[in-house]
């Protein structure tokens, strides 16, 4: 089993910036794409940010130049710098990691418990 924590989130107002974490832990044999996720209330689970294992990002329209995702495959782990937050960015997010668990293995999917952004002025 994998499980991921991720870290970081809280209230900021419009403008502001936080930065989110997330560490993959368990039966890893290799990582692969990292990503970030939000769920708005009311709303559908969005793609934020993915990173591939060897740094090729992707971003929704929305958050282009306003946040960088970024990763340390040592440690597992992947960051999502936000700035110039909108009160639109007020989601919980969650974490994503695409993992193999050897090195024949399928890959598997594991998501985080996820953490709540809130944009208010």
């Known amino acids: 089993q994998v499980q991921l924590v991720e870290s970081g989130g809280g209230s900021v107002q419009p403008g502001g910036s936080l930065g989110l974490s997330c560490v993959a832990s368990?039966?890893?044999?290799?990582?692969?794409?990292m990503g970030w996720y939000r769920q708005a209330p009311g709303k559908q689970r969005e793609l934020v940010a993915t990173i591939s294992r060897e740094g090729i990002t992707a971003y929704t329209d929305s958050v282009k130049g306003r946040f960088t995702v970024s990763r340390d495959n040592v440690k597992n782990s992947v960051y999502l710098q936000m700035n110039k937050l909108k009160l639109e960015d007020t989601a919980v997010y969650y974490c994503n990691a695409r993992v193999a668990h050897g090195p024949t293995y399928t890959l598997n999917d594991y998501w985080g418990p996820g953490t709540q952004v809130t944009v208010s002025s």
């Open positions: 368990g039966s890893i044999f290799r990582v692969y794409t």
